[in-house]
């Protein structure tokens, strides 16, 4: 079981309270907040011993590390004993301990259905979504901890600047000079050609691919899957037409582009949405060596 | 202290669609969000875009069909609005490379959607809102926009004069997740709320856990009136054990609903003989529940939705991602197997009291997108018509707020015109509880110039952060899930009188219980315990004015049902409920709804489908 770290913040805003001088009613209040926490320390700790000794119980090892709390700037590993329910996902346990343990475990999330991206941890060693993992499918105890080739903000939070850095240094945004001359006609769109970019567009910028990538992690500057993915989105979209797309294989073909990539698969293995992405970045290469001979 | 002509609070498809056209009318704009832009819950929109596209169609008829949607509660000219630019907003999408699903000769597809008198949902596959979201923060990204994400805005700074029409919003107080920092954004021009729906008031909801309602809770308490708190959709297909989404374009496509006795029960039980499972949301929740209470419900608990008989191609092609969904999230194959799903809290029709420009009473403060009202839904919304409400209001708002002349708005905001008192006495006492340290901003500073107004702001927000933090009391999260829990046990689908009244008496005790709440995480660091106990004040607010409303509101019109009033009370309900948070004693009043459009009025008619 975790313990809360902040004993001594806790000590010292009691003693606060206690020699500041204060109206009965304030006192009153405080003396019943304190009972009221007392309580709820209680119960987590009651909670706690029954979750321990139940066998339904999911055990979980948390990363945890926080820059500021003392205590928690060498990072350490927590455990946390949840009730397990049917259908019960590694972001439910997470969010379970957290509410009922200790709130201040720290992880992104939102949409609870994979589309968000937020919550892409490395669990069992491997990188996933927490609300589309299942506990069940998972050894124990179920290790959690923040994405490898990150830096780690706090527990299993992790800085996403540079990979959003990378998303952004491929003109992810469509470009063409051909529109249809009517303001209310949409450009005309093969289904070939849609069903063509479908798995690229899926992405959720959830970082496991890159979080997965030795090259990456070896490489700062290197573009990554995701960002190769986005750009073989755009490229392969016929709507942007025969200049653009030369343009586009030119920024994949920088020196850290698509020839960095080793082909080691780990991206496709990891992403959680099913996009081939080392095939497109095997498609975008051979894109560029066609063009390339073509000036040739 | 941040410097801007626009700040966009929040940047899901309304936030992002008003800091394009701010941008494009020339104001220097921010975004401001607590989760970065392609987290937001636009995202996981699946179903479609209304768009009157063709030739066979017209915005007429998508107006009709939004009227009759709407029980007859949407403001004409907003439904106008929506219906009239839906169609150069669908194609703009386009034209920024969003992937719609596409027919033979390469145009966009359009399929059938519940309510709706023509197939006119353009869609891009059941993954829309996916797809809508990233193409337009493409377009952000293109055009340098610039974005404060994980900064999650605490307040607004408006003035305080008594009356709400005559303040001022001059920007925001933000709360920098990262680093803790508290700051100030000085919006010259004005701000745009656009911070999405409320779902986290419930706890079966298909909305994310970031919808808790920030922007409407800022924007009452500030002064503008909520408006229509008690039309709550419930979406009819949802997932029993998580509220994940299962698109209507389900039931589009020709998914069939049956009872425990394998009964296609919309057609054999009499709820839709024309439409069946097509008739429009709250009608089909209804009779979901309905099966269920009378002993027709799987484990007495859902129906079944079965497309197995639409064949894997054409599922593949159209509803791949519901696949994953009911595999991931409910352990379904939906090739091989009918599909569990219950009505879920879906979708909040009321919100922050809007004209059709997104303007609020009070001067320089918009909201555009589920936050706002309009009213484009009135007391339901037709699926498919979120996402374009989105891009038209949205750029509607980022429009005006940058300075565009957009001429003389037919709906009046404020106790203006032919607004009345309303004389419904609630057995429990609501509004503020006098307690300490929890009250929010009510009206702003006792100055009115902006930087003064802002820095008090800044003021009384690191106050409260740093009283959180440093005192000791209960957490948060048992206060959010009572309150949760009596919603969605008393406030939902069918709703009567007696279990409104305790509902309130139960939102009273959370309330008294928050006065006590405090952050156990000492940390200035991505503390999310802090974030989720500001936003547990919220969803507090919101609650008690969706029962007051549901309460006071004795009719059955739309999604709102009441056991005691079974019919819908045109000659004394064709009216908006509003409620002014009044510096913390709530008051409710009405507003009569706009029914005259442009060149017709829509007269009320009886609803079947």
Redesign the interface.
Known sequence: MST?I?KQ??ES??TE?ETQPASKGEER?AE???R??ER?EQRQEEEAEKAAADESTVELKVFRY????EGKQEPRFDTFHVPFTK?MTVLDALMYA??TYD??L?????????????DAMFVNGGQKLAC?TQISDLEEPVRVEPLPHAEV???L?VD?EHF?EQM?AV????QTDE?PDG?????????AN?EK??MS??C??CGACMSSCNIAAGDNEYLGPAAINKAYR?AM?E??GEEMKQKRLEIIEQEHGVWRCQTQFSCTEVCPKDIPLTEHIQELKREAVKNNLKFW | MYEHDVVVVGAGGAGLRAAIAAQEAGADVAMVSKLHPVRSHTGAAEGGINAALRDADSWQDHAYDTMKGSDYLGDAPAVEALCQESPEEVIRLEHWGMPFSREDDGRVSQRPFGGLSFPRTTYAGAETGHQMLHTMYEQVVKRGITVYDEWHVMDLAVTDEDDPAERTCHGVVAYDIQSGEISGFRAENGVILATGGMGQVFDHTTNAVANTGDGVAMAYRAGVPMEDMEFIQFHPTTLPSTGVLISEGVRGEGGILYNSEGERFMFEHGYANNDGELASRDVVSRAELTEVNEGRGIEDEYVHLDMRHLGEERILDRLENILHLAEDFEGADGLTEPMPVKPGQHYAMGGIETNEFGETVIDGLYAAGECACASVHGANRLGGNALPELIVFGKRAGRHAAGEEMGEAEIETGRSGNWQPADYEFGVEVGETGGSGTAAADGGAVVSDAESVLGAAVDRAQERVDELLSRKGRNHAEIRSAVQETMTANVNVFREEGRLEETLADLREAREAYKDVAVSDPSRTFNTDLIHTIETRNILDLAEALTMGALAREEFRGAHWRKEHQERKDEDWLKHTLISWNDGEPELWYKPVVLEGENKTYEPKSRSY
């Open positions: 809360q902040p913040t806790e805003s009691e309270a209040r019943k907040r304190r009221a926490a709820r926080d820059p500021q709390v259908g957290r509410d709130s201040s720290t992880f992104r999330h939102s949409c609870r259905q994979a589309v968000c991206g937020s589309k903000t706090k527990d939070v996403m959003y952004e003109e992810p945004y469509f529109y303001e209310l006609e949409e450009q005309r769109q093969d289904r849609r970019i479908k567009t899926r959720i910028w755009f979209d709507r942007e």
